[in-house]
DNA sequence: CAAGTCAGTTTACAAATGTCAAATTTTAAA
DNA sequence: TTTAAAATTTGACATTTGTAAACTGACTTG
């Protein structure tokens, strides 16, 4: 169905395609004159210039740069003691088309994410609907001896992608070895919980998570509709309680308070993921939010130094500043 | 005059040019709707997209693995022994329109450069039409920790480009150290030549040319309207005799033989520049050429080994096979 | 304060691009 | 050899994009 996901060209077409997309933008002639040389239809060069954008021969980029070097950012970056700040902007209420407003962060955050990760780093990835925006924005570009490696168990949720998938596709587009967590995020009992993670298997991929070099992840809400509910991995009522207890966002199925602190509340025991201190351990640490719903949350995750760079939609920026 | 040439971006407007861009690149909207948006006219926003094309904040790059993985390379690659061969192809008759085949090439060889270039790398630029071409095409794309050499010391012609010139935008656009060579390429006697290469600066830059890791360089014939000549490097007279003593080519100011051994030949004790045993010593050495007048010299340069990647236009490369 | 500059606007038009359906050619398979 | 499938072409059309010229308002700067 989807033409970009066979990674082989016939060897031949992928150099037509190359230098046709060569001549078009680079040389900057129109498909006609193209058409002429190439002795074809003008719709043969049109098609062929799609397939080439589409088989990823020819990657239009944005420089990431320019996206952290603003105000905002800047102000951002020294009210929380931040390294980078990467701000999103769809110029327009982002609460209106949150899918817009998630494609343009993901975007955004790819950038950033290529800009952050080095040679030989060993990269955390957590998931949510975020971290598989930026997993689905990014090109493919190979970055040499990365290891990424799933930060929380798997998942099965409507709403909530499936947890491998943000891991596999950010391995596969960086040509990175991959290591998944074969476990669930959440066993039913914190005495199975702890059985799994003395599995052999499991255990050897938790050590692994202590030793990164950086991670990516995002932050929920404790609201209702968070996604730990959704997936049905919180009760409403252990929701209720982490709330009364001042839990203000959660990470990689765990709570944190007002400071950034973990809260050991119900249900942490039966998580099988990283554990906070082990993001802390990473040298750098994204994280990636949208939308104004996590303003406390994310303020809670910052405050907790819980990360050294961020990514957000410009709206969300602002309200963190106030 | 030049747009591009400035460096620094008001910040905020670059924070606005990149969004837009993704805006159109990424997430596909036309003019009109990001115009809307924005509540501009759609004239503003074809200029801030031409201003995110100008200054680099769009870059639009064409993957080099297409151009390198077709028969006519593979062919190529297996005649010859080369690592990689990277073919330029117009669709036209390269010698009716040089200088559009010579940009072609350019961008093939700055693809290929930044293929093979990498961290920490030393490297070692030539001068000519061809190298300039790439230096022309090269995007700005950084790449750590590398140094630039060049090869061959300067000269003045309004055909040869300044010789510098190549090393140094070469060197500016990925960000490198730059190291130039103080001497012209022909010194008038040969004594004057030695009392040059012993002066220390240039001494120095000429053992810097000892230990490299890569070197790009093209090749020259040895017509009577060859750059050499053309730059009033070497005389008709000692073309003549080199040509008779069985000269091919000319790489560095150097004479090689149809075996690619070097012919020591006038003016080679007035030259100023990197022995090509110097070249052997690269790991990488990348020869880029264009035109079929140039099928001898190249073939004698990659029969003595000179090259283990090579970019040429498509129609030197069929001949190259013959 | 007047002149100049700058970013952006409007309007209008020309050029380039994307898309469709039907016809034709090419290629591979039976 | 025939036939089916795939690729390409044609011509027509709507949309999108690029460009020019004249104009507006805000903001320097001598």
Redesign the interface.
Same mark, same amino acid.
């Given at each position: 169905m989807n033409k970009s996901s066979n990674i082989y060209?016939d060897?031949?077409r992928? @150099? +037509?395609?190359?230098? $046709?997309?060569?001549?078009y933008?680079? !040389?900057g002639l129109t498909q006609s004159e193209?058409a002429k #040389?190439?002795q074809v239809s003008r719709v043969t060069v049109v098609n062929l210039l799609r397939e080439?954008r589409e088989l990823?021969? $020819? &990657?239009? #980029?944005?420089?990431g740069? &320019?996206?952290k !070097?603003?105000?905002?950012? #800047?102000d951002l970056r020294e009210a929380y003691g931040l390294t980078d700040v990467y701000?999103?902007?769809?110029? !327009?209420d982002a609460e209106t088309n949150r899918d817009?407003a998630l +494609? &343009?962060l993901g975007?955004?955050a790819a950038t950033a994410f290529l800009d952050i990760v080095e040679?030989g780093d060993r990269v955390g990835i957590a998931w949510g609907e975020t971290v598989l925006a930026l997993s689905e @924005?990014l090109p493919r570009v190979q970055v040499e001896k990365v290891e990424v490696s799933q930060l929380i168990g798997s998942m099965m949720s409507d709403r909530v992608p499936a947890s491998e998938n943000c891991t596999i596709r950010i391995a596969s587009q960086i040509g990175a070895q991959c290591y998944t967590l074969h476990a669930p995020a959440l066993a039913s009992t914190a005495d199975l919980a702890a059985l799994f993670r003395e599995e052999p298997t499991i255990s050897a991929q938790l050590d692994r998570l202590k030793t990164l070099d950086m991670v990516t992840y995002s932050i929920g809400n404790i609201s209702d509709d968070t996604h730990m509910a959704a997936a049905g991995m919180a009760s409403l009522e252990e929701l209720t309680a982490a709330r009364k207890a001042g839990a203000k966002g959660i990470i990689c199925c765990r709570y944190i308070d007002a400071e950034g602190n973990e809260c050991h509340l119900p249900p942490t025991d039966r998580v099988i993921a990283a554990e906070l201190t082990d993001l802390q351990k990473a040298a750098k640490r994204l994280l990636v939010v949208c939308g104004n719903d996590r303003l406390e949350a994310t303020r809670a995750a910052l405050k907790g130094g819980l990360a050294t760079h961020l990514c957000v939609n410009s709206a969300l920026a602002k309200a963190l500043i106030n």
């Open positions: 060209v060897s031949d992928g @150099e +037509r395609l190359s230098n $046709v997309a060569l001549l933008y680079g !040389e193209i #040389r190439l080439a990823g021969i $020819v &990657q239009i #980029r944005v420089d740069k &320019q996206l !070097e603003n105000s905002l950012a #800047r701000i999103s902007d769809t110029f !327009e817009a +494609r &343009q975007r955004v040679t @924005e």
